[in-house]
């Protein structure tokens, strides 16, 4: 509901022009009712469609956003998890390198094998 101004605002600024082409034109009255009608009608439906292209896209820009919201918290989730076990496991294990650390200081030939693979 918060998008009809736009096609209120579309259909009312089509009629105006219409409006005023006609009063340029000195149209008479019949005409200038039936020229204003069909131009309502007619920017009212484009009214619509663009509507309903704009809230498409809006729709999609929120999803988006929501889906980039729940990842980079799914990310600091497994970042705080992480550096959770990292803290248990240096309290426990006083001097010794953390698991995933010493995995990570392989030779680049291991690390060019592992990747063939």
């Known amino acids: ?3 009809k101004p736009l096609v209120i605002i579309i259909t009312l600024l089509g009629g105006a022009v219409c409006s005023i082409c006609c009063i340029l034109k000195r149209a008479g009255l019949l005409w200038t009712l039936l020229a204003t009608l069909i131009t309502l009608v007619v920017f ?14 809006k729709n999609e820009v929120i999803e988006a956003d ?26 426990e294990h006083p001097g010794e390198p953390y698991p ?10 291991e690390a060019e094998a592992t990747e063939t693979l």
Do not use: C
Request: aromatic content about 6%; glycine content about 2%.
């Open 100 to 109: 995933e650390d010493s995995a990570s200081e392989e030779t680049p030939e």
């Open 44 to 57: 009212m439906i484009i009214g619509l469609i663009i509507n309903k292209f704009y809230t498409e896209v």
């Open 66 to 91: 929501k889906e980039r919201e729940r990842l980079a918290e799914e990310e600091r989730l497994k970042r705080e998890e992480e550096q959770r076990l990292r803290e248990e496991w240096e309290a």
């Open 1 to 3: 509901m918060k998008d």
